[in-house]
């Protein structure tokens, strides 16, 4: 099993620029999760979907959007890259969406110029 | 609201010795879950251990052990034996149990630890 994948790996953009993140998790989990990691601010959450054909915004939303294809991927669109999103994003998946526990996927390092 | 405190932002550790890192929590909900998570160099964000609140069995996982003071609301990491791979950005992180509308899983900023040789 390869648990959650993400890609890319890293990723640089000019302002304006769109970019999809992807994610995918092979562990039969109904429920996955964006964050975003910034320097002494711990993770964020920037969108869920509890279950394949629902998404909810988190805690920081603000210039994302997100797809949930199918029950594997759940992906993260940036339609228009603003330097403020500079940031390490997460992609996690959990078997449901409360007490169980999440497992993370290896990151995206995002650089917005 | 849901707050994770961490006060400790880094920590070093001689290795073999023991070290605990503090974590407090605020909630008013009388059912939720915490976590302790480890971030190494690579990134990659790794479950270190688990605690129900409805359990008062303190969780154990190896080297790694928690002290869950639900009264006081504080979750701390104790690491036994500490070795050299321990070294990490530790992450408290909790989570309320009831089924809200509101999901959110809290994350505390971090604590740095560093074991040495």
């Known amino acids: 099993n390869a648990g959650v994948t993400q890609t890319p790996k890293f990723q640089v953009l000019k302002t304006g620029q769109s970019m999809t993140l992807q994610c995918a998790q092979d562990m039969n989990h109904n429920s996955m999760y964006w964050y975003r990691q910034d320097p002494g601010m711990g993770l964020r959450l920037i969108y869920y979907s509890a279950s394949e054909g629902t998404t909810d915004k988190g805690e920081v939303p603000n210039g994302y959007n997100v797809s949930r294809l199918n029950k594997r991927e759940f992906s993260l669109r940036l339609e228009s890259a603003a330097p403020s999103q500079t940031s390490v994003y997460f992609c996690?998946?959990?078997?449901?969406?409360?007490?169980?526990?999440?497992?993370f996927g290896p990151g995206t390092r995002l650089l917005v110029l | 609201a849901q707050t994770v405190t961490q006060s400790q932002p880094e920590m070093s550790v001689q290795e073999a010795e023991t070290v605990t890192l503090s974590c407090t929590y605020d909630t008013s909900e009388n059912n939720y879950y915490l976590f302790w998570y480890k971030q190494p160099p690579s990134r990659q964000m790794i479950l270190v251990i688990r605690?129900?609140?409805?359990?008062?069995q303190n969780a154990t996982e190896n080297r790694f052990s928690v002290n869950f003071q639900k009264a006081a609301k504080s979750f701390s990491l104790k690491i036994s034996d500490s070795q050299l791979g321990d070294t990490a950005m530790y992450f408290c992180?909790?989570?309320?149990?009831?089924?809200?509308?509101?999901?959110?899983?809290?994350f505390g900023k971090g604590t740095l630890l560093t074991v040495n040789p």
């Open positions: 605690q129900e609140a409805y359990k008062q």
């Open positions: 992180a909790f989570i309320e149990g009831s089924g809200g509308s509101n999901y959110k899983l809290t």
């Open positions: 996690a998946s959990s078997s449901n969406l409360y007490q169980e526990t999440q497992y």
